[in-house]
């Protein structure tokens, strides 16, 4: 039985090698697609910290317009 488990577990390890050989476009775009959604969620964060910094940005900005018109 000890044969046969080493028998399996070094198949296993030669298929995921090959395997790993024989894709690795497949796994570097699966990289490129993790990097992508993590960089978006970034840049999609940056935006919103950047648009409600604007938008307090022009309130404040209107209220001092309003001050000076009256």
């Known amino acids: 039985m000890q044969v046969v ?3 399996v577990e070094i198949d296993i390890a030669v ?3 090959r395997t ?3 894709h690795l476009e497949s796994i570097d775009s699966y990289k490129n697609a ?3 959604v993590y960089f978006y969620k970034k840049n999609s964060v ?3 910290f950047f648009g409600v910094n604007f938008l307090i940005f022009m309130k404040m900005y209107l209220q001092t317009q309003n001050m000076v018109d009256n």
């Open 5 to 7: 488990e080493e028998y």
């Open 15 to 17: 298929v995921l090698q």
């Open 20 to 22: 790993s050989e024989t």
């Open 34 to 36: 993790i990097l992508s």
């Open 46 to 48: 940056f935006s919103l």
